[in-house]
Nanobody
Framework: VQLQASGGGLVQAGGSLRLSCAAS????????MGWFRQPPGKEREFVAA????????YYAKSVNGRFTISRDNAKNTVYLRMNGLKPEDTAVYYC???????????????????WGQGTEVTVSS
């Protein structure tokens, strides 16, 4: 699976962005899709994940209620809508794909097999 993330940029605190991740190469709906982020000088952390069907999602506590993950299996694309952005959301955001057996509540990046190149989000205060 090849993943291409896009949609990052500079936004003021309180603003919104929508990240996209286009997939190709394998049957997209067979994969749990996740978003991770790596803040400057910190380790990569889990943000959100969505089941292959798109019916279920799971979020990190830090973004729950502000971010929404969704997917369009017809377009082989997963999205991350980010509202109410805070300076601490500043990071490089990565999309990733994991086999369905992993489960969307798995927050460990090591269980995700495929990764996009990352898109940078900067939130100014």
């Amino acid at each position: 699976v090849q993943l291409q993330a896009s949609g990052g940029g500079l936004v003021q605190a309180g603003g919104s962005l929508r990240l996209s991740c286009a997939a190709s190469g394998r049957t997209f709906s067979n994969y749990v899709m996740g978003w991770f982020r790596q803040p400057p000088g910190k380790e990569r952390e889990f943000v959100a994940a969505i089941s292959g069907s798109g019916n279920s999602a799971y979020y990190a506590k830090s973004v729950n209620g502000r971010f929404t993950i969704s997917r369009d299996n017809a377009k082989n694309t997963v999205y991350l809508r980010m509202n109410g952005l805070k300076p601490e959301d500043t990071a490089v955001y990565y999309c990733a794909a994991a086999p369905s057996w992993v489960g969307m509540t798995t927050t460990s990046s090591s269980l995700y097999d495929y990764w996009g190149q990352g898109t940078e989000v900067t939130v100014s205060s």
